[in-house]
T-cell receptor, first 114, second 115 residues
Framework: AQKITQTQPGMFVQEKEAVTLDCTYDTSDQSYGLFWYKQPSSGEMIFLIYQGSYDEQNATEGRYSLNFQKARKSANLVISASQLGDSAMYFCAMREGAGNQFYFGTGTSLTVIP | DSGVTQTPKHLITATGQRVTLRCSPRSGDLSVYWYQQSLDQGLQFLIQYYNGEERAKGNILERFSAQQFPDLHSELNLSSLELGDSALYFC??????????????FGDGTRLSIL
């Protein structure tokens, strides 16, 4: 089974609108961390936001927020007030408490339309 | 700028050859991770080193090896190269050995093309 599933290969959003990128995960660990990364066309991977499995509040970082639903094992990224510079690939990742590996999803390509 | 430096940025070589990719972690980071990103396999974890010692191993081929030196820089050696090894190779670093809340900070990657 895939550890991280991102079901949206591509998404489009109008500039200044909000968009939600889906991520579901699979783990039997009680302790785990969830991360989102952005990869622009230039190729670098940029860390955006983190959510711990024991965090009661949803994580927020500027225009990024994480909609964490533990029972559903989902960790969706919400980008508010989209900007043209948000056009990129977005990857969801997980680290389990038992190991040191990062598991990445296949990514979602976001295009912001002016 | 993540603070992680990877060299070279691009590498073109032929099948059967051997190459070395180099990574300098962020100042203060003790862990180095290597990843391979290809179109068909996505982002695959290869190996992690923490303070010079191998800490975790992922989908790393036997033709590939890595090490972390006393100054904490790391090298990934790829030998007997095949066409399928063409990919973007990322190095990432983190402060500790793998705490749950430690993000990994990625370098810009080395794009390897096998002709």
């Amino acid at each position: 089974a895939q550890k991280i599933t991102q079901t949206q290969p591509g998404m489009f959003v109008q500039e200044k609108e909000a968009v939600t990128l889906d991520c579901t995960y699979d783990t039997s660990d009680q302790s785990y961390g969830l991360f989102w990364y952005k990869q622009p066309s230039s190729g670098e991977m940029i860390f955006l936001i983190y959510q711990g499995s024991y965090d009661e509040q949803n994580a927020t970082e500027g225009r990024y927020s994480l909609n964490f639903q533990k029972a559903r094992k989902s960790a969706n990224l919400v980008i508010s007030a989209s900007q043209l510079g948000d056009s990129a690939m977005y990857f969801c990742a997980m680290r389990e408490g038992a190991g040191n590996q990062f598991y990445f999803g296949t990514g979602t390509s976001l295009t912001v339309i002016p | 700028d993540s603070g992680v430096t990877q060299t070279p940025k691009h590498l073109i070589t032929a099948t059967g050859q051997r190459v070395t990719l180099r990574c300098s972690p962020r100042s203060g980071d003790l862990s180095v991770y290597w990843y391979q990103q290809s179109l068909d396999q996505g982002l695959q974890f290869l190996i992690q080193y923490y303070n010079g010692e191998e800490r975790a191993k992922g989908n790393i081929l036997e033709r590939f090896s890595a090490q972390q030196f006393p100054d904490l820089h790391s090298e990934l050696n790829l030998s007997s190269l095949e066409l399928g090894d063409s990919a973007l190779y990322f190095c990432a670093s983190s402060v500790g050995s793998g705490g749950l809340n430690q993000p990994q900070h990625f370098g810009d990657g080395t794009r390897l093309s096998i002709l």
